[in-house]
């Protein structure tokens, strides 16, 4: 018989029977018989039981299936998956509540549905790689093997950005920062910080450079003809604080390049007659083109995080009181920012315990609260609430978060 042990002074509570297990894991391969890499079938998938009995297969998918609450005129994940233009999907929420699984198994789910996918990781703590159980570092598109349609992750590595420009800035006396930031979309940037000492502003880099980096990424999926055949985007978003700056960000530069342009407006005007004497008039035009590009580009992606037809922002929770406030809290600034929201996964919920493991008990009970939390929230109240059962296994590969895709995304 399987266990699953909590604490030591709790560790007779919980129990998965072997039987309830075996069942669970034949359905699941007799519905995908060829996903499962061979040394897979030796694993086995388990919902947390509290009871000790075994019980009969109708039970068990019971337990299996997540609980979707109906909010007003959402639909289920079949709207997910229609049309082929594309959409994005930023998941979002506190750490460790399972952002990061959510993510990669709708990746998965969308690949396997037939849209062409990318997910890309914007936390610096990056854990894709663990989660597709897969090196997926670099900072460049990695296919991730096994789903039926194309799948590629990307971990934006701000750190390793951050040292690629740093040591380009030292070894080329600065020519190759340039380069390197056009390459990243942000080249005009370097003009405007030409005259700042790049070294020392790398040394402490400045809050709001690693959402940079990704707002460079996200510019690049909408004009590089790279990123063209992804029909769908899910983006595994950092925890909420940097969420909310990669958010605003468009807004803060699109702000401070407007304030830059009026500027050389106004320096330009005082000094054109002098300047295109000596013939500079022209590369000041050029810059200030460029500039006004950016600025387009930075719109552009607050359009698109703003577009409720291409773009869902969904909120990863687990049922604690903290995670709920902070949740609510998250809902509440993406309102602000009239970022479209519509779902909320509620993770890791235990099952009804048929035991009397008190540990277990208090914790559904105290779960439970966390949930009743969320119906009363006035910011969480209007959105479809799905809740995902607790596994006790860790969900790593795709043979496993397809298996998790399937109970979240339906
Ligand atoms: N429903 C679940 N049942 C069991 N374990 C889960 C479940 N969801 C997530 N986990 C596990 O919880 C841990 C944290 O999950 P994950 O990395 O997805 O969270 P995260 O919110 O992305 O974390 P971070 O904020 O650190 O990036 C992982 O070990 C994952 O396997």
């Not at 959402?211 to 899910?234: C, D, G, H, W």
């Not at 009397?356 to 479809?384: H, V, W, Y």
């Amino acid at each position: 018989m399987g266990s699953f042990c909590l604490p030591s002074t709790f560790s007779s509570c919980i129990r998965s029977s072997a039987a309830t297990n075996s069942i669970a894991m034949a359905a699941f391969l007799s519905h995908h018989p060829k996903i499962l890499p061979r040394p897979f079938f030796s694993r086995t998938f388990r919902f947390i039981s509290l009871s000790t009995s075994t019980k009969p297969p109708r039970k068990l998918f019971q337990a299996v299936r997540s609980v979707a609450t109906p909010a007003e005129g959402v639909a289920g994940f079949e709207s997910m998956i229609s049309g082929t233009e594309r959409k994005y999907y930023l998941l979002g929420g506190k750490g460790g509540v399972g952002k990061t699984s959510s993510a990669a198994a709708l990746a998965v789910k969308f690949a396997n549905s037939g849209h062409p996918t990318l997910v890309v990781s914007t936390d610096p703590a990056h854990s894709l790689s663990d989660s597709f159980a897969q090196d997926l570092t670099g900072g460049t598109l990695v296919p991730v093997e096994g789903p039926d349609s194309p799948l590629f992750a990307l971990e934006i590595n701000p750190e390793k950005a951050r040292e690629e420009f740093r040591s380009t800035a030292q070894k080329n006396g600065g020519t190759g920062v340039k380069d390197f930031m056009d390459g990243m979309g942000l080249g005009m940037l370097v003009d405007q910080l030409g005259e700042l000492k790049l070294g020392e502003l790398l040394d402490t880099p400045p809050p709001g450079l690693d959402e940079a980096i990704a707002i460079a990424k996200v510019i690049q999926f909408l004009e590089s003809p790279e990123y063209n055949m992804f029909t769908r985007i899910v983006f595994d978003t950092a925890p909420t604080g940097h969420t909310l700056r990669l958010l605003s960000l468009p807004d803060f530069l699109d702000a401070s390049i407007g304030k830059i342009l009026k500027l050389r407006q106004k320096i330009a005007s005082a000094t054109s007659a002098i300047k295109s004497v000596f013939g500079q008039e022209e590369k000041r035009q050029d810059a200030a083109d460029k500039l006004e590009r950016l600025r387009e580009r930075m719109v552009k992606v607050r359009e698109l995080f703003r577009d409720k037809e291409s773009t869902e922002f969904v909120i990863v929770t687990i049922p604690t009181v903290m995670a709920v406030n902070e949740s609510s809290r998250l809902h509440a600034s993406l309102k602000k920012e009239s970022v479209p929201v519509k779902r909320l996964i509620v993770n890791q919920i235990l099952p009804p315990s048929a035991s009397d493991c008190k540990f277990c008990a208090m914790k559904r009970k105290d779960q439970l609260r966390a949930l009743d939390l969320i119906r009363n929230d006035p910011e969480l109240s209007s959105l479809l609430v799905i809740e995902a059962p607790l596994v006790d296994v860790e969900i790593r590969g795709v043979p496993a978060l397809k298996f998790l895709g399937d109970i979240i995304w339906k």
